[in-house]
């Protein structure tokens, strides 16, 4: 626990707390073109998703690859034709499901259609790439 004290920066969320209460327990502050996104504390593992989740949607860089949660992982790329690539990995020894939210692609490796909204299974420590082929 950190005990804030801003001077610039909003506050976004303070201690409920007799002693620490006058204190910042998150706070956003501009910085140069950007923000910065400060966390006093320790939050579960639901209330840091929604901080981070706040913080990238406000930077402009939350699409559909945040949607996607771990072991599930999804990384994207373009490729030297035009055509957005996928990857998506299971960081895990059990099977997944994610869906797939992009345009219809192919999977490179199974050779198999992918529908946007899709559901890519995946096997323990498997990998997904697709590539899009709807525009």
């Known amino acids: 626990m950190e005990l804030l004290t801003p001077s610039t920066a909003k506050v976004l969320a303070q201690y409920h707390h007799p002693v620490w209460g006058k204190y910042a327990a998150i706070t956003r502050n501009s910085y140069g073109k950007g923000e910065v996104t400060y966390i006093g504390f320790m939050p579960t593992a639901s209330l840091a998703e929604k901080i981070l989740e706040e913080a990238a949607k406000r930077a402009g860089l939350w699409g559909p ?41 192919k999977d490179f490796l199974s050779g198999g259609d992918m529908a946007q909204n899709g559901t890519i299974s995946l096997q323990p420590w498997g990998v997904a790439v697709i590539e899009e082929t709807a525009r």
Not at 67 to 87: C, D, E, K, Q, W
């Open 65 to 105: 690859q945040q949607t996607i949660h771990f072991p599930t992982v999804m990384r994207s790329g373009i490729l030297a034709n035009g055509h957005a690539v996928h990857y998506v990995l299971n960081y895990t020894a059990d099977s997944v499901n994610a869906v797939y939210p992009f345009p219809a692609g």
